[in-house]
């Protein structure tokens, strides 16, 4: 089994740019397709990013993902930044026998 | 649009098996494409896979809950359903379903969750 990490925080102003990165532990970053969410306090979560850097109908085009393997990581940025935006992002990833999220970054915008 | 509804107890006494039904609306769980999946997210934690099932029965569970969990379709209903055995106060938290699309391989309905809490 491998293990998704992410940050547990960030913050960052409106306006600005931020980058939330997720860490594959064992296993290629590029060999399985990693999705992100946004959780809103007291809401299920919703897509925002699928197969690394596609997004749904609907996603404003400043989130935008995007996969490293030299760092065995994927990205998700978030541009423009809104008050809006702040919530929990969690990455997914998975292999032939599991299903594995992140332990999710709360994105603070001040 | 498809909407998906947790249904079941929200107090589990410990040791008792939790069993909750998530209900499907707005599409057919017997149209193919999709795991039908159940996800938990411990208070304040964050999200915990705990497995899935295809229209045909065919399942697959977290590893590390593989022994205690049991998810079963209802085709006729259109539901799947979660058991998990032998709940601790660890088990305490939302239960979320949620559809897999197989095209994307995105969680891309989900219910509203339902919080089950273990307790005496």
């Known amino acids: 089994n491998f293990m998704l990490t992410q940050p547990h925080s960030v913050s960052e102003s409106p306006g600005k740019t931020v980058t939330i990165s997720c860490t594959r532990s064992?296993?290629?970053?590029?060999?399985?397709?990693v999705q992100w969410y946004q959780q809103r306090p007291g809401s299920s979560p919703t897509t925002v990013i699928y197969?690394?850097?596609?997004?749904p109908s609907g996603v404003p085009d400043r989130f935008s993902g995007s996969i490293d393997s030299s760092s065995n990581s994927a990205s998700l940025t978030i541009s423009g930044l809104k008050t809006e935006d702040e919530a929990d992002y969690y990455c997914?990833?998975?292999?032939?026998?599991?299903?594995?999220f992140g332990g999710g970054t709360k994105l603070t915008v001040l | 649009q498809v909407q998906l509804q947790e249904s079941g107890p929200g107090l589990v006494k410990p040791s008792q098996t939790l069993s909750l039904t998530c209900t499907v609306s707005g599409g057919s769980i017997s149209s193919g494409g999709y795991y039908w999946s159940w996800i938990r997210q411990h208070p304040g934690k964050g999200l915990e896979w705990i497995g899935y099932i295809y229209y045909s029965g065919s399942t697959y569970y977290n590893p590390s809950l593989k022994s205690r969990v049991t998810i079963s379709v209802d085709t006729s209903k259109n539901q799947f359903s979660l058991k998990l055995s032998s709940v601790t106060a660890a088990d305490t938290a939302v239960y979320y379903c949620a559809r897999n699309s197989k095209l994307t391989v995105s969680y891309d309905y989900w219910g509203q969750g339902t919080l089950v809490t273990v307790s005496s």
């Open positions: 997914q990833s998975y292999d032939s026998s599991n299903q594995v």
């Open positions: 197969e690394d850097n596609q997004r």
């Open positions: 064992s296993g290629s970053i590029a060999s399985n397709y």
